[in-house]
């Protein structure tokens, strides 16, 4: 019997750590071929995934470039992934989550009459400014995609009001808890060196991570300022801050946090020292959307620099708080974890609304399912 070509595209770290376990599991699986695209949206960032997981790109679209627009991203991805599309000829292609290139690869799928599925579908904050362009990406995709594999209920619910037809969307989990599960172990040990000379067991180290496009500028300051003043207010924490390779970013972070000791700026970090930090530290600032899914898992507290979220699950489990990015409200949200030990342990519960990590093997059935394999 001929095997289902499955074709799975990709272009930034997020989109790359989510899909690696599922591009592993069809690679396993006999009835399915699977042909990986990357657009290289990210190029380092991306390339430090593909590395862990062992993945080499049979199409590498390689498009980015300093200081790109979204209507470059588009446009690249478009153009380069018609190409491979009709070269190809996949029986599917899989998509990720709410980047650019997920839209824009999704769109030409569909001028190609591909199928699409869309996976960690159903997301929604029902803001199409906020996180921009991401919520307005993933609403597109959802309307083009054949097939919708959600992480939770709420997100299957959220398509079911958009009209999507309930065969067609399955209640998956997070692939991300899958990625998870394969690079967390107690016995971890950092290879990055600042990483080696924390004691975490008796520091109070806040992991900081921002890129969102609607924080750079002011929004990114006063987060920034908020990290200042906390490092006064309390001598004995420590910030390690990987800091996006965005120039926007790296410029901002350097002119107002360059000269705090108290702060550690670090290059990206690898997924797997990375994982294994948010198991160590005490606090986690955020605006990342993965970062609000794996924090939960390790019950660590996440105060998330954004005003809404699209992920309200672990909100509404109690370990996650939004405070926006007010400079005042972040400093008393770090302010009431440190001095309020009830309030610490109320939101350091360990919980996992987004997966059990079987996400991967749910999606393969679906989509054999589908095609009657
Ligand atoms: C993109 C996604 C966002 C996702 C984020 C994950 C869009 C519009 N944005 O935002 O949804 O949350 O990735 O991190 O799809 N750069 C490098 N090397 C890299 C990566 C980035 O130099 O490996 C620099 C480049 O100058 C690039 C800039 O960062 O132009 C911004 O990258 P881009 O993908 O446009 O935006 P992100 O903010 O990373
Ligand atoms: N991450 C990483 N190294 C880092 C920072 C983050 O591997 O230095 C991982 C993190 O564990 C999560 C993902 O990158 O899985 C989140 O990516 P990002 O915040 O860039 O994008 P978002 O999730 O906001 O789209």
Do not use: W
């Not at 989510?18 to 009835?31: F, H, S």
């Not at 797997?272 to 993965?290: C, H, K, P, W, Y």
């Not at 008393?332 to 309020?340: F, P, Q, T």
Request: hydrophobic share 40%; aromatic share 8%; charged share 25%.
């Amino acid at each position: 019997m001929n095997k289902l070509k499955v074709m799975t595209v990709f272009g930034t770290r997020p989109e790359a750590i989510k899909m690696a376990p599922l591009v592993k599991g069809i690679e396993r699986d006999k009835d399915l071929e699977s042909i990986v695209c990357v657009t290289a949206q990210h190029r380092e960032m991306l390339d430090q995934v593909l590395d862990l997981f062992y993945i080499t790109p049979d199409y590498d679209l390689n498009i980015m470039k300093s200081g790109q627009t979204i209507g470059e991203i588009t446009s690249r991805v478009l153009l380069g992934f018609d190409e491979v599309l009709k070269e190809v000829k996949p029986d599917i292609v899989l998509v990720h989550g709410d980047t650019t290139t997920t839209f824009s690869a999704s769109l030409s799928a569909f001028y190609n009459q591909v199928k699409v599925g869309h996976v960690e579908a159903g997301l929604r904050s029902g803001n199409k400014y906020s996180p921009y362009p991401e919520e307005m990406n993933r609403s597109l995709v959802g309307k083009i995609a054949d097939l919708h594999f959600s992480p939770t209920i709420g997100n299957k619910e959220n398509l079911l009001k958009e009209g999507m037809l309930e065969d067609t969307i399955f209640i998956t989990g997070n692939t991300v808890i899958d990625a998870l599960f394969e690079v967390v172990r107690e016995d971890y040990e950092f290879e990055t060196k600042k990483l080696q000379e924390i004691d975490f067991a008796r520091e109070n180290v806040i992991l900081l991570t921002t890129h969102r496009r609607e924080n750079l500028g002011r929004p990114m300051e006063d987060i920034f300022d908020a990290v200042n003043i906390i490092t006064n207010k309390y001598p004995d924490i420590q910030f390690v801050f990987p800091v996006h390779l965005n120039p926007k970013v790296r410029q901002l972070a350097d002119s107002k946090l360059g000269k705090n000791e108290a702060v550690h700026m670090i290059e990206p970090l690898e997924y797997a020292e990375f994982a294994n930090l948010i198991g160590r530290v005490q606090i986690i600032m955020t605006d990342s959307g993965g970062v609000q899914e794996e924090a939960p898992a390790f019950g660590k507290p996440v105060l998330v620099l954004r005003t809404e979220t699209e992920r309200p699950e672990a909100v509404d489990a109690g370990t996650v708080e939004i405070v926006g990015v007010d400079t005042n409200r972040i400093v008393e949200a770090v302010s009431r974890l440190m001095d309020d030990k009830n309030h610490y342990d109320k939101m350091a519960n360990a919980v996992n609304p987004y997966g059990d990590g079987k996400a991967v093997i749910r999606t393969i059935e679906a989509i054999k399912e589908y095609f009657g394999k």
